[in-house]
């Protein structure tokens, strides 16, 4: 069965103050892993998209790396503004859209 | 560029009741997803409809289903309400399969 975990669950950072946030998967047939972040009372918005072991993106402060077991989410020297719940999804199956999505990391950035 | 629309944003019903939850997508985009987000599962993927087709469907009970139109919006609809479907419920709208997905701002439903 499809699965997938994050960790933290919770984490609380002072402005400036770089981290990384994890993702661990099981799944068969990886066609993506996926990031998003999700504020109060709104839906996901997508991050980034990886495909294979080893790709990586940015955007801003935010960096997504991806390994055959894990991905990670790479905030450098976030601002209060981050603050949301992050979460990743994997893209499993042959076709079409089937995410299995982790429980997410809500991540507080203090002023 | 108009988002993901989703309507009603709340609804409030009763047990045993009937309710359909609505979803107009991106311009252009064709495939229409729905999950259920609650505290305790997080998000679950309900179902897919692309071309109209219900192309994948993920574990819920047959209580659940829904539709897509030939101009791509999608409606979702839950018969014989219980309490456990409280949840908000998300509806993504994708270009390609590869696409970034665009969700909308969900329906909270409360089931009382």
């Known amino acids: 069965e499809d699965q997938v975990t994050q960790s933290p669950e919770a984490l609380r950072l002072q402005e400036g103050e770089s981290s990384s946030l994890n993702c661990s998967y099981t799944v068969s047939g990886l066609r993506g892993l996926f990031w998003y972040r999700q504020d109060p009372g709104k839906g996901p918005e997508f991050l980034f998209t990886l495909y294979s072991a080893g790709e990586e993106k940015e955007k801003e402060r935010l960096k997504a790396t991806l390994t055959k077991k894990e991905s990670f989410l790479h905030i450098t020297a976030p601002k209060p503004e981050d603050s949301a719940t992050y979460l990743c999804a994997v893209q499993a199956g042959n076709y079409g859209q089937n995410f299995v999505f982790g429980p997410g990391t809500r991540l507080s950035v203090l002023p | 560029k108009a988002g993901v629309t989703q309507t009603p944003r709340y609804l409030i019903k009763t047990r045993g009741q009937q309710v359909t939850l609505s979803c107009s997508p991106i311009?252009?985009?064709?495939?229409v997803s729905w999950y259920q987000q609650t505290p305790g599962q997080g998000l679950q993927f309900l179902f897919e409809?692309?071309?109209?087709?219900?192309?994948n469907k993920g574990n819920f009970p047959g209580r659940f289903s829904g539709r897509q139109f030939s101009n791509s919006r999608s409606e979702m609809n839950v018969s014989t309400l219980e309490l456990g479907d409280s949840a908000l419920y998300l509806c993504?709208?994708?270009?390609?399969?590869?696409?970034?997905?665009?969700f909308g701002s969900g329906t909270r439903l409360t089931v009382v």
């Open positions: 311009s252009g985009h064709r495939s």
């Open positions: 409809y692309f071309s109209e087709t219900q192309r």
């Open positions: 993504a709208s994708s270009l390609t399969e590869d696409y970034g997905y665009t």
